[in-house]
């Protein structure tokens, strides 16, 4: 899938965060937000994902205005952004099938065993979200990314909370996304994680 960012422009109670900012990321190819505390990436992000809309500008997809109402759009964009949250009372497992389920993965029970693997999330499948540290609740939100079929990654901060394993594994996952023809958004502070995946960066 194609993102086209175009003049776009938000701000907060009349204070901009960004203005006149555009950008395309094509299939396969990731572009990294980069920028200090505050500058306004998360923010970005979430218009990218539908969770904000722009006060100014547009985002495509494919050449058609993002709608985050729509199940085309929602079907296509695997987002992780900064306020990601689980139901208390679903365990790890539940949560990745449910997911599997929803979005109509093609085989779901391998996808998700597979991806709890690859997480090293097996230990605590049966736990439920507030029993996880928060690397492993961090590891079930990119899990979550990762069991649906999608076109388009938007993903906030994705190395947070990550051992140094865990870090080159998200390395080679996000290199293994581009290479299926996966278009990634990526906001980071971690200068080698950029360095390894990103074709472009957008500085805020
Ligand atoms: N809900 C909100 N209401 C008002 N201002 C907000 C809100 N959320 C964020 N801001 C402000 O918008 C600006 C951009 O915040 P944002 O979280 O997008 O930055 P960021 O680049 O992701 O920062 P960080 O690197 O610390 O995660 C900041 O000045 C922040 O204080």
């Known amino acids: 899938m194609s993102l086209a960012v175009g003049d776009a422009g938000f701000s907060y109670g ?3 965060v960004f203005t006149s900012l555009s950008f395309v990321v094509a299939p396969g190819e990731a572009v990294a937000v980069v920028g200090a505390n505050g500058a306004g990436k998360s923010t970005l992000l979430r218009c990218l994902a539908g969770a904000e809309v722009l006060d100014a500008g547009s985002v495509l997809l494919d050449g058609e205005v993002l709608d985050e109402s729509s199940a085309a759009a929602r079907s296509a964009v695997a987002s992780l952004l900064d306020d990601a949250d ?26 998700v065993l597979g991806v709890l693997a690859e997480l090293g999330l097996d230990e ?32 906030d901060e994705p190395e947070q909370r990550l051992d140094a394993q865990g870090r080159a594994w998200l390395r080679e996952r996000l290199a293994a996304e581009k290479a299926a023809g996966v278009a990634v958004v990526f906001a980071s502070h971690d200068h080698d994680l950029v360095e390894a995946v990103a074709d472009r960066t957008v500085t805020l």
Request: hydrophobic letters at 40%; proline letters at 10%.
């Open 14 to 16: 009349g204070i901009p």
């Open 86 to 111: 689980y139901f208390p009372d679903v365990s790890v497992v539940e949560h990745l099938r449910l997911l599997a389920w929803l979005h109509g993965t093609a085989e779901p029970e391998g996808e």
């Open 124 to 155: 605590v499948r049966d736990r439920l979200p507030p029993a996880l540290s928060s690397g492993q609740r961090h590891r079930l939100g990119l899990a979550s990314c990762f069991v649906r079929p999608r076109r388009l990654l938007v993903l």
